[in-house]
């Protein structure tokens, strides 16, 4: 195994061996795509690194040699193409294959990649390029990001557009070798925007030690080997790539599977792609579980899979349960942020508690604080979670939000990195997630910001005030729900409620859309103008306001 080269202990007896022992050694001037992707391209050339198909039937290998050479090829064709160590450059790659090969390309360049999902819409993309100055976007062409793009870009003369399909040919024609290039470990090697609750998305910056932190998650927490084959369902564009699809599973041993799909998939989809393709670990959010769970899952072949991980929400008992009696596999869940790597889990030394996020990774001095700042060492009791800086910052705790020092300093303060997650721990150390302290939505494992949505709706003329609010949904975890006070001479209407939602998905990913509209006369406020969303989420709980049930589908995408 690859990484054990960068830990200063192979073996480890139980849980605290681990967590007192497990050391990482970091090399100076270390950069993931030199020092493992070209190793093991040069000591091991035939090992699989990604194992791709698409749900047209297409299916490709890619080598370790594969790899290290035509991500030098790209790196040639990008600096042919003026990209520059320190650039950035917007991704729009879905699950293609050739996002693997750039991501490589961009860390031995020192070009900073900003992987972005394909559900953007235009005014996503022009916040993304300005917020972050790129002045690149790569995309695969799908037959409507490109054209959402190109709207982002408008008459921009200094922006370029590179479609994908040049970096095949780039793979084919330029040279496979590439001078390297020099890198400090806390230079910034790629970047992810996230949402927020009171402002716009977040851009979080991760150094090029980053990938060393995600050893915890493969190999400590899914528990991957060299003869593993490992299935994350999340799209590139999302963080949960990072975590279940590149550094820490390589670094294991591992190989990575992809299943690239355009269209609306189904359980048998997913299940279909476990089966054929001898998949090993598999992990994804509570949503997709659920959505094999209700599909008769006797009819396939599941005796390849050895090792399931829940991710992005909070695992329901009832389907850890329900997969167990099915498989017999214990769901593992494991808790982390976009700034982290895995935090919190369930790995082989722990007993999962169904619905608990287990116990710390190694490496990371998690407490619960309360309001005050002071530690909480009573059991159950509920408080904010929290990072310990005081013995340094943490291997695989983000650099800070990008180019944004003072948002950073809001969140790393007091000797502590504050994650605004709230949770408690039980007599036996196990934790329990509770939710936010703000009001950001989680919904099938997305991260909705109230704010994002709000300033969509307010663009339509018929919406004077509104609220965007979580409510508590059995299937996603929450679904959106706007409150809405109306402008003069618009009525509450059916016709009106689809108007509104086909706007929101008109201007931004279909996922913000709410699934509930409710018309109010006036909103919750406090003295300072501030709207009350705690008041109306504790209205709609006491309402026991409905969600349309779980349909055995998942759209394009909706897994993170």
Known sequence: MFATRFLNKDVFENYDDYVQNAKPNIPENFNFAY???????????????????????????????????????????????????????????????EYWVLMMA????????????NQLKTED????????????VIAFDDGAIVTEIKSAIGDANDIQLIDSSEIVNACETYPKTFERVPNDN???????????TTDMPKMVAHNFAYPLGHINTAVFWQQLGDNDIHFTLSESGWAKCSWGKMYGQWLAGATVFVFDFARVFTAHDLLTAISENKITSFCAPPTAYKMMIHADMAHYDLSSLRKAEIAGEALNPEVYERFFDITGIKLREGFGQTET????????????KPGSMGMPAAGWDIQILDERGRQITEPDTVG??????????????????????????????????????????????????????DDLIKTSG???????????????????????????DAARGQAVKATIVLNKYFQATDNLTRQLQNHVKSRTAHYKCPRIIEY???????????????????LDSAKETIVEPIKNTIGFGEDK
């Open 106 to 117: 961009m860390h031995k360049m020192g070009v900073i990649p900003i992987p972005s999902t």
């Open 186 to 196: 806390n230079d910034t090697m790629v970047v992810y925007f996230t949402s927020g």
């Open 384 to 437: 904010e979670i929290c990072i310990s800086l005081k013995a340094g910052w943490p291997l695989g705790l983000f650099k800070g939000y990008h180019k944004n020092e003072k948002l950073t300093a809001t969140v790393s303060r007091d000797g502590y990195y504050h994650t605004g997650d709230v949770a408690y721990r039980d007599s036996d150390g196990y934790y329990w997630f509770v939710g936010r302290n």
């Open 446 to 472: 997305y991260r909705v910001s109230p704010f994002e949505v709000e300033s969509v709706l307010l663009e339509h003329p018929s919406v004077r005030e509104v609220a965007v609010t979580g409510v508590l």
């Open 520 to 538: 109010v006369d006036s909103l919750p406020m406090t003295i300072s103008g501030k709207i009350r969303r705690a008041l109306i989420r504790t």
């Open 341 to 352: 790597c895995v935090l919190l889990f369930n790995n082989q030394w722990i007993e999962p």
């Open 35 to 97: 020092d493992v992707v070209d190793v093991i391209a040069c000591e091991t050339p035939d090992k699989v690194a990604v194992l791709w198909v698409n749900d047209s039937g297409e299916r490709k290998e890619i080598t370790f040699k594969m790899l290290a050479e035509m991500s030098n090829a790209t790196a040639n064709f990008l600096t042919a193409r003026g990209l520059t160590r320190g650039d950035t450059v917007l991704l729009f790659m879905r699950r293609r294959w």
């Open 125 to 136: 993309i022009k916040f993304r390029l300005k917020a972050a100055d790129a002045h690149t």
